[in-house]
């Protein structure tokens, strides 16, 4: 076709919500020369079907984030655009039934407040003044959200992509795209229109994602899932009360019921999440078609009928309705339920904006960070939570397909710090299994590994209803207690299945890996913690370095932080220099504790005496081996690094000479008293390396990504410090983003708590207001809702603030 363009800045491939979104956005920043392919119509897959609603809720702050800012621009687009758009602002309800569901609320409107929305909590008795027809004799209370709505999904896209357009942005519908190669430093996106040329490609194909991927030669972790929801028919009463009060009722969310009820014109819109769930398009016998565009699955309401009962005795009104009718369409899923966006894993200027299981309401903030990535290289927020590379290769379909319909048939649930949730176990086993199975490990996966995070004793709960609280005293804390203690005061043992292990290799590999990093690289024999900065000096990740000589650096780092750290090094990797993956190669053992050298002692030809942070190979029980005098626990200790199938004959001598087993949840309250960091918590995008308290690993006499903005920051002041807080906590110890107050003001918020065991307190690391940072400062920690009194500690570990125990 003679009009039909070749070349773009940009390509997005999928013409629903975040695809239009994602084009308006990089019109917005100024990428006008960006075209959208649309296969059929717009808003033909999932959007077409979407119900529309609009919430701000979540208990993720990334997501929380990318819905409000949603709900915002929802309510100015129209006008912006002039293009008319139903969208109703009616606020909502979701009931609580349970103390715990109510603590869960709690911590939201918190997490809320802090960004800003007024959300409220209230009593049984202050239910039926927002929504008259409820019934709430068994209810402990509710959350009101003003901000929550509906908006119809068509003409928000349309909205976008008028939008879009009017900057200059183009859109192509009926142009299916049918591959996609690589030539020179160009995508070549081919339709049977004829080929487009362009500098980056995103995938924003929907429930299509999987196979639009597979046109890269990427298998998109995903599945999709079967979603109904049912419209009724008028009902008089409530025309009559909306008539008269000229507004909608609330929406209504029974979320411990599992479903949604919406006003819709003067009936209603019922949306149950059932566990008895359907997946579609997984069977020989139903495969995905070619085209499913403005399509349905058949009615299938039998699974419904549990909901339907529910709904009507939660609102007896709904019982008057005549059902009119039944909308079932697919809705895709990743394995843990949030979407894909950001850089696609191991291509080149390539994007992820799909698999959105909310994508109505999280358009628009999805669109936001979409062009983030791809005009700027990073986002505002750390969004972590979505980004494809949180997912590193073995999610096979059948994995996506368990996970899936867990997440949806559990879509309300709530997500207890110390529960397991059950499908997709056992996807990688060490060669402990067994024996951490014996000694009674309780599992969690870490990147598909799994690792004890406890060990229980015959008569332990160990079910799942025993982990279901945001509670400190679970079955495992006294188990817990035991193993801290052991670390303390003889030596524990922890297997430490699936660290990311990397090595650079290659002429000038660690002058290579010495320009990426804000940090000193240490010299042969020793270890060193590295920090990488993005250009605006904020963290992108930590690496542990050993350096091997000048061609050859090794780094370790978290497990889920494979692919992430992996493209880190290689992207911008110079000819002759390659980095290799050896993860799935070696395993780890943490031999810590103050016995913990004449434990090893007998075992190993290594010389015990070399000081901290030393790195040398050894053999231990007779198998090669990489000793790094280093522990995440803050006490003498050892990462003894081996061959994966060797690990057990190390383990078996270990523990036969008195090392005590302990687990992850040990782990992480003792390193939050020595306030070691984790990634994606303590050390995210969101902080800048000045912010983290990490000024003493920066290497100022050398350049590195980040440096300006650094000492730009370092020469205006610093606005936020790291803080370690000891906390006069209740029954729980602070979440993620609890809100920290002062003087009636938010001056910061949390990024790790627990329980000390060793200091005896509840420990909390976190980033305050920088002139609060001073120890002895008094501050209000807002966890579940309640401000517990805190103070600020001095700069340095709460244990062994000397690390005279490390080093000994």
């Known amino acids: 076709m003679a009009d039909f363009p070749t070349q773009a800045r940009v390509v997005i491939i999928g013409g629903g919500a975040v695809g239009a979104s994602a084009l308006y956005h990089l019109a917005r920043a100024g990428w006008t020369d960006c075209l959208l392919l649309e296969r059929n119509e717009l808003t033909a897959g999932s959007t ?33 655009v002039d293009y008319p758009m139903n969208y109703h602002v009616t606020g909502s309800l979701r009931l609580g039934h349970s103390r715990e569901r109510m603590q869960e609320f709690a911590r939201v409107v918190g997490m809320g407040r802090y960004q800003g929305m007024d959300l409220d909590l209230l009593g049984p008795d202050e239910i039926r003044g927002r929504y008259p027809f409820l019934e709430t004799h068994d209810l402990q209370g509710a959350l009101y959200d003003p901000n929550d709505g509906d908006i119809d999904p068509a003409q928000l896209t349309q909205a976008l992509a008028k939008g879009a357009r009017q900057m200059g942005a183009r859109i192509e519908r009926f142009c299916p795209v049918t591959g996609v190669r690589r030539e020179g430093d160009e995508w070549v996106v081919v339709t049977p229109k004829g080929e487009v040329r362009c500098e980056k490609v995103v995938n924003a194909a929907g429930y299509y994602a999987r196979e639009v991927g597979a046109m890269f030669g990427r298998d998109v972790p995903m599945m999709v899932m079967s979603h109904q929801y049912l419209l009724f028919d008028t009902v008089p009463e409530l025309a009559e009360w909306s008539t008269a009060q000229g507004a909608k009722l609330p929406l209504l969310r029974d979320v411990d019921s599992s479903y949604y009820l919406r006003q819709e014109k003067h009936g209603f819109n019922l949306g149950p999440y059932e566990r008895n769930c359907r997946a579609h398009w997984i069977t020989p016998e139903d495969p995905m078609p070619e085209d499913f565009s403005f399509q349905l699955f058949p009615d299938d309401l039998e699974r419904l009928e549990w909901y339907i009962g529910d709904a009507m005795a939660r609102v007896p009104l709904l019982e008057k309705a005549g059902l009119s009718k039944v909308i079932n369409g697919p809705i895709p899923y990743t394995p843990d339920g ?39 290289g990073g986002t505002e927020w750390d969004m972590w939570s979505c980004d494809p590379r949180r997912f590193t290769g073995f999610e096979d379909p059948a994995y996506c397909i368990e996970k899936g319909m867990e997440v949806y048939g559990h879509e309300y649930g709530m997500h207890f ?21 014996d000694a009674g490990a309780q599992f969690g996966a870490y990147n598909g590994w799994e690792r004890a995070n406890w060990f229980a004793k015959p008569g332990d709960d160990t079910s799942w209803e025993g982990s279901q609280t945001w509670d400190r005293a679970g079955p495992w804390a006294p188990r817990v207690a035991e193993e801290c203690a052991a670390v303390r005061d003889g030596c524990g043992v922890l297997a430490i299945s699936g660290f990311t292990r990397l090595s650079v290799e290659g002429p000038g590999a660690q002058d290579y890996v010495n320009s990426l990093t804000a940090s000193r690289i240490p010299r042969v024999g020793r270890v060193g913690l590295a920090y990488f900065a993005d250009d605006k000096g904020r963290i992108v990740t930590e690496m542990s370095v050993i350096p091997q000589g000048p061609d050859c650096t090794w780094l370790i780092t978290a497990g889920v932080a494979q692919l992430h750290d992996g493209e880190l090094l290689s992207r911008q990797a110079p000819a002759g220099i390659t980095v290799h993956d050896r993860s799935d190669k ?46 995440f626990a803050g006490e003498l200790g050892w990462e003894v ?28 309250a003792l390193r939050i008293e020595k306030g ?27 350049e590195f990504p980040g440096k300006a903005a650094l000492l730009a920051e370092k020469q205006a002041g610093v606005t936020k410090r790291f803080v370690t807080l000891k906390v006069d906590a209740g029954d729980q110890d602070a979440p993620y983003m609890s809100t920290l107050w002062h003087d009636g003001q938010i001056v910061g918020e949390t990024t790790s708590g627990a329980w000390g065991y060793r200091v005896g307190a509840s420990v909390a690391l976190g980033m305050v207001r920088a002139d609060l940072a001073v120890p002895g400062t008094a501050i209000d920690v807002e966890i579940f809702g309640q401000r517990c009194a805190a103070v600020v500690q001095p700069d340095g570990p709460l244990w062994d603030p000397a690390n005279e125990r490390i080093r000994s």
């Open 48 to 80: 077409w079907h979407a119900a529309g609603n609009v919430p701000t809720f979540s208990s993720s702050w990334s997501i929380m984030n990318m819905q409000r800012y949603s709900a915002d621009l929802y309510r100015r687009l129209g006008a912006e």
């Open 586 to 631: 070696y395993d780890c053992l943490l031999v810590t504790g103050p016995k913990s050298r004449d434990i090893l002692a007998p075992l190993t030809d290594a010389d015990l005496t070399l000081p901290w942070l030393s790195a040398q190979q050894a053999r231990v029980c007779g198998v090669d081996c990489t000793l790094m005098r280093v522990s």
């Open 417 to 437: 710090p110390h529960a397991r949730w059950p499908a997709g176990a056992d996807r990688k086993l060490s060669a402990l299994h067994s024996r951490l199975k």
């Open 676 to 702: 070691y960091r984790a990634w994606k918590g303590d050390l995210s995008t969101d902080y800048t390396l000045l912010q983290g308290g990490l000024e003493r690993f920066i290497d100022w006499s050398k």
């Open 641 to 668: 690094h081996c061959p994966a199938a060797d690990t057990a004959t190390i383990w078996d001598s270990v523990t036969g000479g008195g090392a005590t087993p302990f687990g992850m949840f040990a782990l992480n």
């Open 338 to 376: 949030n979407p894909l966006i950001g850089p696609m894993p191991g291509l080149p200027n390539a994007f992820e904006a799909c698999v959105f299981t909310f994508g109505i309401c999280q358009a628009g903030g999805a669109g936001k960070v979409l062009a983030e990535w791809i005009t700027e």
